[in-house]
Structures are given as structure tokens and as C-alpha cells.
């Protein structure tokens, strides 16, 4: 598959990812939260809703930065130029936003569940979003070490006659 056809295919796909973001922390945990609320009324949780959503927004931060960075990674995969050491950086990068999304989430959930915001079975449930982040970053990181080597035999090759 040509570069220019993969690239707009990764584009699609990370416009799609775009749009889920939108629809899931503009739309889906505003409205879900005022449920919780409206239920709750009263209860252990109530006054918790503006500190759940303003934590849970802040986990999007480093989703629209990998976003950011996938966007730069087709735009030389357009250009067929895959493999380099730039490209290696961003996936690292990759990386590190999401284990720091994960550390980030985990650590609100406790905070949350220590000020009586949040219950334990939240916190068992949120274990598998932690799994996932660390997931993603490890796939991140290891296609950056491919892709870091993959450069460096290009390199090598483009020296040979």
C-alpha cells in the first residue's frame, strides 16, 4: 500500500478518534454525570460532579496531544518518509503522555475515593482503563524502538553503493 493511501487512511481513523473524544467528554460524561448528580442529590456524593468532570476533562489533555503527534507521523508517512528518527521521538512521546494519562488517572481516582467522591468498585472498574493506558504506551514505546532501528539500517543502507 502507497504511503499517500495509508496516510489518509490513519488520517480518517484519527479524525474518527477525534470525533469519539468529542462525543464521549462533551457529550456522553456531562450528561451521565448530571444523572449521577440528580440521583445522588443529598448523598455522599453530592457536590462531587464539577471536581469528576474538571478531573475527567483533564484526561483528554494527553489524548489530543498523542493526537497531535499521530497527525505529524502520517504527515511524513504522505511523504514516505516512515522511517526516522523523528518519527521514533513522537512515538516515544506517544508514550509518555500515556503512561503520564494513566499515573494521572489513577492517582485522581484515589484522591477522589479519599475525599469520599468515589467507590471502590469505581476504583476496581478503573483498573482496566489503567491496563489499557499502559497498554497503549507500551505498544507506543516498542514501535518506537522498531522504528528507531528501522531508521538507523535505512541510514546504513543509503551509504551503501
Known sequence: MKGKIMARRLNMVLIGL???GVL???????WWGRQVAIMEKGGPFDGA??????????TAVP?????CYAFS???????????IPQNARRLLM?????????????VGQILLYAVGWNHPGVILLSLFFVFAG?????AARALSWFVQKAAELQEESDWTI
Open 63 to 67: 489524548c489530543v496531544v498523542a493526537v
Open 73 to 83: 507521523i502520517t504527515h511524513t508517512l504522505r511523504e514516505d518518509r516512515m522511517f
Open 49 to 58: 460532579f464539577w471536581p469528576w468532570l474538571l478531573y475527567l476533562w483533564g
Open 94 to 106: 506517544i508514550a509518555r503522555w500515556a503512561v503520564g494519562d494513566t499515573v494521572y488517572f489513577f
Open 18 to 20: 477525534i470525533l469519539c
Open 134 to 138: 499502559l497498554a497503549i504506551a507500551t
Open 24 to 30: 464521549v467528554y462533551g457529550v456522553f460524561l456531562p
